[in-house]
């Protein structure tokens, strides 16, 4: 069936760089978009970006440009999410999405803590 | 951006109540609307889409309704499983924005 399974817990340093991934099974991975959301606690929901799996081209939100990067790798069907200069701010639940939104990953809780 | 503006932020209820979640949207987003649940440790599920399709599989106690900037989200009789927290998502234009979420809680 249809499902994005992500990569598991991460603890990183404050400047650090996390590197999340997300694999599609179940559906054509060319045929829709992936988009990254996250959680801070007690927070609500905040869209990062998306990015096409077929050409590889990404959107980001402003308030993550330059600090964010999406990947793919069409060989493994997998899509990474990347955030680099990592605060305490940044530790959140991030879940990756496939377009249309009808169903997600089950989101992969980075810690940033010195 | 569009702002989702979602009420009430928390509510408590019994078994077999009705219940009802709504989101406001800051312009018209014709019906370009989901309603997701999520429990703790999982990813969000959705329960409508286009603001009033059922997703397969759904009980049929949850239904949408609502178009423009007005949607709403009833539960028709709470169950058990149904204590959770529930958030909208409107999908008009990017960027994609979330309603602040309903956490229904056992009273």
């Known amino acids: 069936q249809e499902q994005l399974v992500q990569s598991g817990a991460a603890v990183k340093k404050p400047g650090a760089s996390v590197k999340v991934s997300c694999k599609a099974s179940?559906?054509?991975?060319?045929?829709?978009?992936i988009h990254w959301v996250r959680q801070a606690p007690g927070q609500g929901l905040e869209w990062m970006g998306k990015?096409?799996?077929?050409?590889?081209?990404?959107t980001y939100a402003q308030r993550f440009q330059g600090r964010v990067t999406l990947t793919r790798e069409r060989s493994t069907t997998t899509v990474y999410m990347e955030l680099g200069s990592l605060t305490s701010g940044d530790t959140a639940v991030y879940y990756c999405?496939?377009?249309?939104?009808?169903?997600w990953g089950q989101g992969t809780l980075v810690i940033v803590s010195s | 951006d569009i702002q989702m503006t979602q009420s009430p932020s928390s509510l408590s209820a019994s078994v077999g109540d009705r219940v009802t979640i709504t989101c406001r949207a800051s312009?018209?987003?014709?019906?370009?609307l989901g309603w997701y649940q999520h429990k703790p440790g999982e990813g969000p599920k959705r329960l409508i889409y286009?603001?009033?399709h059922l997703q397969s599989g759904v009980p049929s106690r949850f239904s949408g309704s609502g178009s423009g900037t007005d949607f709403t989200l009833t539960i028709s009789s709470l169950q058990p499983e149904d204590f959770a927290t529930y958030f909208c998502?409107?999908?008009?234009?990017?960027?994609?924005?979330f309603g602040g979420g309903t956490k229904v809680e056992i009273k």
């Open positions: 999405a496939r377009d249309l939104w009808g169903f």
């Open positions: 179940g559906y054509d991975f060319t045929d829709y978009y």
């Open positions: 990015i096409n799996p077929s050409s590889g081209s990404s």
């Open positions: 312009q018209d987003i014709r019906i370009d």
């Open positions: 286009a603001a009033s």
């Open positions: 998502l409107q999908q008009n234009s990017d960027p994609p924005t």
